[in-house]
Every structure is written in structure tokens, then in C-alpha cells.
Nanobody, 121 residues
Framework: QVQLAESGGGLAQPGGSLRLSCIASGSIFKFYSMGWYRQAPGKQRELVAE???????DYIDSVKGRFTISRDNAKNTVDLQMNSLKPEDTAVYYC???????????????WGQGTQVTVSS
């Protein structure tokens, strides 16, 4: 089974920074993408940032220039550096992996448990 473990959430002041990390463990044959989603109370889950197997990145408009996604292939990790945080960034952040577990597998989507990010003074 593939498992994702997130870390790095917490409380930050407006204008502050946090770094989220996600490590994937288990059998992974082919990596397609990893990303960070977030869900605020009463809102739908939304894609924040994504990085693909050719290191192409994409960001939601509201975080462009403030957040940076990166990955370490050797360690199966993806990080999200969040700078200039705003109260509207407050949400539970989820790590997502799209991968094939075996050479004969189709791609599957895996989710972490989520980590709370709160931006408040």
C-alpha cells in the first residue's frame, strides 16, 4: 500500500512562512505527479500546487509568487514552501500522489491525512 505522511503545518502570522513536507512510502513503479490541495471550512477542496514527472509546476492564482512546490525523486518527497502567508490561506492541506504501483497498473490517486495551516495574528 502507498502511504503519504505530511508534516510542517501549524500556526503562522500574516506575512510569515511555513514549509509543508510530504513523504510517500510503499511500492511506486511510476510517478505521474504530486500536489498539495487545501480545504477551508465550508469550501471545496482545491488544488494549490502540483509538480509533474517532468518537473512542470502549476499553481492556483492566489498563491503564485508566494508558494513554491519542489520534489526530491530519490526520497519520494514533495515540499511546499509557503511565504507571505495570508489569513485566507488557512485550511487543511492535503498531499496527493498520482502514480502506478506496478508496471501493469493503471495510475491511482493517493491522499495524505492532511495537516492544518492556520494564519492568524
Amino acid at each position: 500500500q502507498v502511504q503519504l505522511a505530511e508534516s510542517g503545518g501549524g500556526l503562522a502570522q500574516p506575512g510569515g512562512s511555513l514549509r509543508l513536507s510530504c513523504i510517500a512510502s510503499g511500492s511506486i513503479f511510476k510517478f505521474y505527479s504530486m500536489g498539495w490541495y487545501r480545504q477551508a471550512p465550508g469550501k471545496q477542496r482545491e488544488l494549490v500546487a502540483e509538480i509533474t514527472n517532468n518537473d512542470s509546476t502549476d499553481y492556483i492564482d492566489s498563491v503564485k509568487g508566494r508558494f513554491t512546490i519542489s520534489r526530491d525523486n530519490a526520497k519520494n518527497t514533495v515540499d511546499l514552501q509557503m511565504n507571505s502567508l495570508k489569513p485566507e490561506d488557512t485550511a487543511v492541506y492535503y498531499c496527493q500522489l498520482v502514480a502506478a504501483r506496478y508496471w501493469y497498473s493503471t495510475r491511482d490517486t493517493f491522499w495524505g491525512q492532511g495537516t492544518q495551516v492556520t494564519v492568524s495574528s
